[in-house]
């Protein structure tokens, strides 16, 4: 698969089925402990790399540490000054709302989640890694607003 931010869903699907396929631990039980062992974290392998895959934050994540900037987002620090105040009137925003406003907010917030995707890979491709390491900590603020809107919206 290239490394571009943008995936073929299908295409990892397919890829996902035929590895899994090939690795899966039950296909080795009359293989030796070794290859058993080596059948088990291949498989656990492409399980991760499957998950990393779909989510479109991990994704972007590893596509940074595999571009050579290493990057955790539990530890990174922003340089933009605005970035928490923005937060945090997005979740007063979601703290404030009413059933009646679910909606509304989960179809803005997922229009700036596709900017910033647009905006990441943008500046993946041109290796503008600090500023899609920026970007990326702003998609993951909207993927957790939305999460959690998503499960004030069950509830």
């Keep these: 698969m290239p490394a571009d931010y943008f995936i073929d869903e299908r295409r990892v ?14 296909n080795f039980a009359n293989r030796t402990g070794k290859e058993k062992l080596m ?3 291949i498989s656990a392998n492409v399980v991760a ?6 989510d479109p934050v991990a994704r972007a994540s590893a596509l940074l540490n595999l571009s050579g900037m290493p ?3 539990s530890t990174y620090i922003s340089r933009d000054q ?9 979740r007063e925003q979601l703290d404030r709302a009413t059933d009646a406003d679910y909606a509304v907010l989960k179809q803005g917030w997922q229009k700036d989640f596709s900017l910033l995707e647009e905006q990441f890979a943008a500046e993946f491709s041109a290796k503008a890694l600090e500023a899609a390491a920026e970007t990326l900590l702003k998609m993951r603020y909207y993927q957790k607003l939305l999460s959690e809107l998503h499960d004030r919206d069950r509830s």
């Design 39 to 41: 059948a088990t974290q």
């Design 71 to 73: 990057f955790d987002l």
């Design 49 to 54: 790399a499957y998950k990393t895959l779909l």
């Design 13 to 26: 699907n397919e890829k996902y089925i035929a590895l899994q396929k090939q690795f899966h631990p039950d």
């Design 82 to 90: 605005t970035l928490l105040i923005e937060q945090m009137q997005l």
